[in-house]
């Protein structure tokens, strides 16, 4: 069975700093990462996901996550964020063509 | 619009009424998901279609909750004799059968249980 964990289930940050929000997962198998996020009152958006291959990948809107096998981690980055990044962020797993096990979420408020 | 829809999108029903949520998801999709969202919470699995068979459920599918995809295209979700602990977001996704499995939700349907 494969579990996941965001230590953090808010994070207040200012505009223009940069963000770090943790995942970290448990599985005896291999699994593919993903980051999802959800926008107020809107359904869940795929924002990056981990294959294999290069262990940093990255979104089209700035962020950026890195797998790290031997800590068993999946943290997202933002250099310099966006009022417009405020939303929930999910973290998930999922081992091959199976389903996935979402983390609990980190709330992310931009504050002005 | 070519992604995948929910409705209702607002449900609010008396505990001991019946309730059914539909999902239609993307064409070309074979898969078809069902979860289930409380506040500050992840997402949670219940059940799985591959084309119009059901392949798996969750525990948390209770005797009282039952998934059809008759067809292999659009699925419903009925939740008998509601309960107040029934009220959730459930939220529906869809894939193709593909190596990563990536899975595009719908804006799901909040049920409220009075």
């Known amino acids: 069975a494969q579990s996941v964990t965001q230590l953090d289930s808010q994070v207040p940050v200012f505009e223009e700093a940069p963000v770090e929000l943790r995942c970290n997962y448990s599985s005896s198998v291999s699994v593919y990462l993903f980051w999802y996020v959800q926008y107020p009152n809107q359904g869940l958006q795929l924002l990056l996901k981990?294959?294999?291959?290069?262990?940093l990948v990255e979104s089209i809107n700035g962020f950026e996550a890195e797998f790290n096998k031997s800590q068993t981690s999946f943290h997202l980055r933002k250099p310099s964020v966006h009022i417009s990044d405020t939303a929930e962020y999910f973290c998930a797993v999922t081992p091959y063509g199976q389903n996935f096990v979402f983390g609990p979420g980190t709330r992310l408020s931009v504050l002005p | 619009d070519t992604g995948v829809s929910q409705n209702p999108r607002h449900k609010i029903t008396k505990r001991g009424q019946n309730v059914t949520f539909r999902c239609d998801p993307i064409?070309?999709?074979?898969?078809l998901y069902w979860y289930r969202q409380t506040l500050g919470q992840g997402p949670e699995f219940l059940t799985y279609?591959?084309?119009?068979?059901?392949?798996?459920k969750s525990r948390l599918l209770s005797d009282r909750f039952s998934a059809e995809r008759p067809k292999g295209s659009f699925s419903t979700l009925e939740i008998q004799r509601t309960e107040q602990g029934d009220s959730a977001m459930y939220l529906c996704a869809s894939s193709q059968r593909s190596i990563d499995n990536e899975q595009f939700f719908g804006p799901g349907t909040r049920l409220t249980v009075l």
């Open positions: 064409s070309e999709h074979n898969r």
């Open positions: 981990y294959l294999s291959g290069s262990t």
């Open positions: 279609f591959q084309n119009e068979a059901q392949l798996e």
